[in-house]
């Protein structure tokens, strides 16, 4: 279908829905081109949520990955949500034109599913907050004041993965304090993540972006290269001059204590796998271990936490703050909770001589199939509490009040993991 909408936007885009094993995924074109993917692993009284990204090159394949993975956390939180995961093919370093008519296309061809919020899009990977609101908001999809206001999700990421890497360090006999680390993937993760790591006394002595990655044995500027970020984005590894240039993924074989990959799905696999040197891989990003790298990483001695835990950050951190919840306070319920839940767990996986992923996945599973089979069933104290959040969303409950109480309730979901 061809031909400009009122609004600027080509008419809408074919939508394939078909069954792909355990999802639900809808295939959109675009005049017979590709346009991109919403996968749908799980719902929770019908409806899922995940983040929209935006990449010139993302596939079926990483959006489906991304989706289970968001059932995983969700599990992992005890948040009563379903989990998706939606792509868009489009540079998000582009004219922002363009950004926005992709956008606008996505948002037509799905716009049942998100009218009635069977789907509810969050940022990701290129794309921000007021991406989503501008979206919604133009397709007539009413937005309440207090939605997509924050473009705090990748610091939030950040935090839980740091955390993550402290209690993986601490297995190791090591901490955070002069260990050598690399970044892979500079952009709001993994810049957020090199800040924070700096700021406790970790060296950064390598990062990657779309354009090239960065190596010096003795540590990078992070303050400059962070400025660089804000002012050229990707291209700051062009702009830095006292480091040398690899190919992005030589970053990966670097010998640091501490490899964070924060870029794109499947980076590490059996192709480079048996060349990892890092003692410690904690993931700011989904899925960026291939299934037989991970074995493969493990049978060598290196220690993994599953990334679903290590990147979990984004997703707690949003919802506090969607409630009112403080930045501070957010971030040091962050830090303790996967801090302690990532120790552990990798103190049980030693026990039991099993990879840390096949207890945590057990588990979060099983909490999201208990959590949406008593979604099917409220209770009455669990349909006050939807009540009082959909009153709040529209406005008319006071965010100091949802806001003190919103850090008790994240506390006993939280402990559901905790005593199982």
């Known amino acids: 279908m061809s031909g400009w909408s009122r609004d600027g936007a080509r008419a809408r885009a074919s939508v394939e829905s078909l069954q792909v094993g355990t999802q639900r995924v809808y295939?959109?074109?675009?005049?017979?081109?590709?346009?991109?993917?919403?996968?749908?692993?799980?719902?929770?009284?019908?409806?899922?949520?995940?983040?929209?990204?935006?990449?010139?090159?993302?596939?079926?394949?990483?959006?489906?990955?991304?989706?289970?993975?968001?059932?995983?956390?969700?599990g992992f939180l005890g948040l009563p949500q379903g989990g998706?995961?939606?792509?868009?093919?489009?540079?998000?370093?582009?004219?922002?034109?363009?950004?926005?008519?992709?956008?606008?296309?996505?948002?037509?061809?799905?716009?049942?599913?998100?009218?009635?919020?069977?789907?509810?899009?969050?940022?990701?990977?290129?794309?921000?907050?007021?991406?989503i609101r501008w979206m919604l908001e133009t397709i007539g999809i009413?937005?309440?004041?207090?939605?997509?206001?924050?473009?705090?999700?990748?610091?939030?990421?950040?935090?839980?993965?740091?955390?993550?890497a402290r209690a993986a360090l601490a297995r190791c006999g090591a901490a955070l304090a002069g260990c050598r680390a690399a970044i892979e993937g500079f952009g709001s993760v993994g810049?957020?993540?090199?800040?924070?790591?700096?700021?406790?006394?970790?060296?950064?002595?390598?990062?990657?972006?779309?354009?090239?990655?960065?190596?010096?044995?003795?540590?990078?500027?992070?303050?400059?290269?962070?400025?660089?970020?804000r002012e050229v984005g990707s291209r700051c590894v062009e702009r830095y001059p006292a480091a040398e240039r690899l190919d992005r993924a030589e970053l990966l074989e670097l010998p640091v204590d501490l490899l964070c990959p924060c870029a794109r799905y499947h980076s590490i696999h059996a192709g480079n796998a048996a060349r990892i040197a890092a003692r410690v891989v904690?993931?700011?990003?989904?899925?960026?271990?291939?299934?037989?790298?991970?074995?493969?990483?493990?049978?060598?001695?290196?220690?993994?936490?599953?990334?679903?835990?290590?990147?979990?950050?984004?997703?707690?951190?949003?919802?506090?703050?969607?409630?009112?919840?403080?930045?501070?306070r957010i971030t040091a319920l962050i830090q303790r909770h996967v801090e302690?839940?990532?120790?552990?767990?990798?103190?049980?996986?030693h026990e039991?001589?099993?990879?840390?992923?096949?207890?945590?996945?057990?588990l979060a599973l099983a909490r999201h199939r208990d959590i949406a089979l008593s979604c099917e069933r409220p209770s009455f104290r669990a349909r006050l509490m939807g009540l009082g959040m959909e009153c709040y969303r529209r406005g008319l409950l006071p965010q100091a009040l949802v806001g003190s109480l919103a850090p008790a309730y994240i506390e006993r979901r939280l402990h559901g993991w905790n005593d199982t």
Not at 51 to 59: A, E, Q, T, W
Not at 111 to 129: C, K, N, Q, S
Not at 340 to 349: F, H, K, Y
């Open 340 to 349: 302690a839940a990532v120790d552990r767990l990798l103190v049980r996986a």
């Open 191 to 229: 810049s957020a993540a090199a800040d924070l790591l700096g700021r406790q006394g970790a060296v950064i002595v390598a990062v990657s972006t779309s354009q090239g990655a960065l190596y010096n044995s003795r540590g990078l500027d992070l303050e400059r290269l962070l400025q660089l970020a």
């Open 142 to 164: 009413p937005v309440s004041r207090r939605e997509w206001r924050s473009n705090r999700s990748g610091h939030y990421t950040a935090v839980s993965c740091v955390a993550a």
């Open 84 to 131: 998706a995961k939606a792509g868009l093919r489009a540079d998000p370093e582009g004219q922002p034109e363009t950004k926005r008519e992709r956008l606008l296309q996505f948002a037509r061809a799905l716009e049942p599913l998100l009218r009635e919020r069977r789907f509810v899009p969050d940022a990701d990977m290129g794309t921000r907050a007021s991406d």
């Open 27 to 74: 295939r959109l074109t675009q005049d017979g081109e590709a346009l991109g993917t919403l996968a749908i692993d799980s719902t929770v009284a019908g409806r899922a949520r995940g983040g929209l990204r935006m990449l010139p090159d993302v596939s079926e394949e990483e959006i489906c990955s991304a989706a289970r993975a968001m059932t995983l956390k969700y």
């Open 282 to 328: 904690c993931a700011g990003a989904n899925d960026p271990v291939r299934p037989e790298a991970e074995r493969m990483l493990l049978e060598r001695g290196m220690v993994y936490p599953p990334d679903f835990i290590s990147n979990c950050g984004g997703v707690l951190g949003g919802t506090l703050e969607f409630a009112g919840v403080r930045f501070d």
């Open 352 to 362: 039991l001589g099993i990879p840390p992923r096949a207890i945590a996945e057990r």
